[in-house]
């Protein structure tokens, strides 16, 4: 008789976290710490306690401080961030708890800034509008050792492939291991997707492939406002970041452009690098195609962005590491005195459509962190974190841990055992170790490197038309059929190649939702549509796949029960 | 992206932190030489986690076509 454990290790648990960052962790801490007698399993591809964006980019969080305006801060990102499309009662619940969630993560240990008097320090870090608050780079290993301590199991480099189901209900996942290809089935009655989202912004912060966000597709989950996700940025042209530069490019008349484009939130004393608003994108495009747009080096000082003198931030770790990577400007070539700038782009996607206590559209089945980044539509129609805030994603991540975790514990202890069919399971293991079994075709680096050069040129990404991206679409399809043709060395390279499968399948749900918004709203700028059309679509568009194919449909944002309306 | 990922093996101590602050598999632990090698250098990203984590700091991890740190 056939039995799971000849396919691989079998592992049982009630709640199952996959993604160990800062998202993951305050998710599995909380499910055990509100429900001691379950069982919680975190685990990830990495090293669980080194793994995710916070021990690099992160230890700057999106705080609503009690000096804050909560009514001015929704209303301000309604109107201005989220264009509309937001879960208004979503964000407010957020924007609610962020201060009460940077205190929890205190009590758990982390060394989040406190004042002479040892209040939680808040300040206006890059805006009038809301606050941020601080903590080292060390947090995810401290959120580790508490995991550990409240009796969170943990698996280390195991790569979380493809979700089980039974009937409609998630009861679990496989996987492998990266190190020694060993097969993983692990039943759980409730299962937390914590992975990240695709993420092209900066590979070395950002090991992201939208590995959770495919499952959870191929599962059949509901994606939403996944057209808003790649991030639009200037940049040195041909590559290369000069700190603030959004704020001092300037046409060849002299002009700079945040002045003549953003006016109102310099105005509003919103220094954010992230902030620039769709107008001021597309007027550099614009201007762009008439003559070169150039960065004044002499105005990039610290008078725009930057910790105010009364925040004393003290984050030694933080220091070290950016000190450190300072040094690879070593081996670049130096910015000439008045550099070219361009408008770079970002693929991103983190669709996965979550309610109020981060569940999916599937039973069982929860997605929090950068994976629902916009299909919770707490930000509305949004980038990908930063989402037009920075310090965001980090809050981000950590409120639907906290609401999560408890969720999926409570829903643990309803959900019978998991039946988990072998001929499904074998198959899935069939498929996922495939690439093995070649010995030639598609390497996952070429993949990966082929669907960045489709999406990465601004008209493709950025600047869109119907038909460009029917043909942009056409050829992500055609490398998600290439990678059959994957092959692997070894298990390494298998992790590559779920990688490159997750990006093809994370960028078809972009396009798909982008060619059926024929509207211009936020950074999702159409030329054959250039004008936003609240009168036909304050709606979401929900992408999903049923028996395969890609089905897609619309939602009215329920914008009459909201407060802010256009 | 792709690197050339130094070891100072006198000194490094052999406790593997690299090993687990590689957040993307590059570098590996070799269980005959009790040592850590990089593994899959192509596949760097250069966030100089590695560098940063050890103890020892007897990591120096450069660009693929850089060979030493300028002076």
């Known amino acids: 008789m056939t039995k799971l454990e000849d396919l691989g290790e079998v592992i049982s648990t009630d709640v199952l976290v996959a993604g160990s960052g800062i998202a993951g ?6 499910a055990k710490e509100t429900s001691p007698e379950k069982d919680v399993l975190i685990v990830d591809k990495a090293t669980v306690g080194w793994a995710g964006l916070a021990p690099k980019g992160g230890g700057v969080f999106w705080c609503i401080a009690p000096e804050d305006d909560l009514d001015k801060f929704v209303e301000y990102h309604v109107k201005n961030i989220g264009y509309y499309l937001n879960d208004q009662e979503l964000l407010y619940l957020n924007a609610k ?83 020694d290809g060993r097969f993983y089935i692990i039943k759980a009655k409730s299962t937390i997707l914590a992975t990240g989202g695709l993420n092209r912004t900066a590979a070395m912060f950002t090991p992201h492939y939208g590995e959770g966000v495919a499952a959870a597709y191929q599962a059949g989950a509901e994606m939403r406002n996944a057209e808003f996700g790649f991030l639009i940025h200037p940049r040195v042209k041909g590559g290369g970041n000069i700190p603030n530069l959004a704020f001092n490019i300037h046409n060849a008349a002299g002009e700079y452009m945040a002045e003549k484009y953003m006016p109102e939130v310099l105005k509003e004393e919103i220094y954010d690098t992230a902030i620039l608003t769709p107008a001021f994108v597309v007027g550099v495009f614009n201007e762009m195609r008439e003559g070169p747009i150039r960065v004044d080096m002499s105005r990039t000082g610290p008078e725009r962005g930057g910790p105010p003198p009364e925040l004393n931030w003290n984050r030694p770790k933080q220091t070290s590491y950016f000190t ?157 059929q290439k990678c059959s043709q994957l092959y692997a060395k070894d298990s390494h390279g298998l992790m590559k190649c779920n990688e490159a499968k997750s990006m093809a399948v994370c960028l078809e749900i972009v396009f798909n939702a982008a060619l059926a918004r024929t509207e211009s709203r936020a950074y999702h700028y159409r030329e054959d549509y250039p004008e936003r059309d609240d009168k036909n679509w304050l709606k979401w568009i929900i992408v999903k796949q049923e028996a395969g194919k890609t089905v897609l449909s619309t939602e009215p944002v329920p914008i009459d029960k909201y407060k802010f309306k256009p | 992206m792709a690197a050339n990922i130094k070891f100072d093996l006198d000194l490094c101590s052999s406790c593997k932190t690299c090993v687990d602050a590689c957040f993307i598999d590059v570098i590996r632990w070799d269980d005959k030489k009790e040592q850590p090698f990089a593994a899959y250098p192509e596949d760097c990203v250069l966030c100089l986690g590695c560098e940063e984590a050890c103890p020892a700091q007897c990591i120096e991890v450069l660009p693929a076509a850089v060979s030493a740190a300028p002076q």
């Open chain 1, 324 to 480: 450190r990577l300072r040094k690879l400007s070593k081996y670049s070539r130096p910015a000439p005195p008045n550099p070219e700038a361009e408008i770079g782009l970002a693929a991103g996607c983190s669709p996965i459509r979550v309610d109020h206590e981060m569940k999916t559209s599937l039973e069982g089945l929860w997605a929090i962190g950068d994976t629902s980044y916009n299909g919770s539509a707490w930000g509305g129609a949004v980038c990908m974190a930063p989402g037009r805030m920075r310090g965001s994603p980090l809050m981000i991540g950590l409120l639907g841990g906290l609401r999560s975790g408890p969720a999926a514990a409570r829903a643990a202890s309803q959900a019978g055992s998991p039946q988990i069919n072998y001929d499904e399971v074998k198959r899935l293991k069939d498929e996922m170790f495939a690439p093995l079994q070649s010995s030639q075709g598609l390497l996952p680096q070429d993949a990966i490197q082929e669907l960045d050069g489709i999406v990465s040129p601004v008209e493709n990404g950025f600047s869109r038309t119907k038909d460009r991206m029917e043909k942009v679409l056409s050829r992500i399809q055609g490398v998600r």
């Open chain 1, 97 to 179: 708890e962020t201060y009460g969630a940077a205190q929890q993560l205190a009590e758990w240990g982390v060394k989040v800034q406190r004042d002479a008097q040892g209040k939680l320090l808040t300040g206006h870090l890059l805006s009038s509008r809301w606050s941020h608050a601080g903590a080292d780079l060390d947090m995810i290993s401290l959120l580790s050792a508490r995991a550990r301590k409240s009796g969170v199991k943990l698996l280390s480099k195991v790569q979380i492939v493809e979700l089980l189901k039974e009937g409609n209900r998630i009861v679990g996942a496989v996987g492998f291991n990266v190190i």
């Open chain 1, 25 to 30: 962790f305050p998710a599995a801490i909380k």
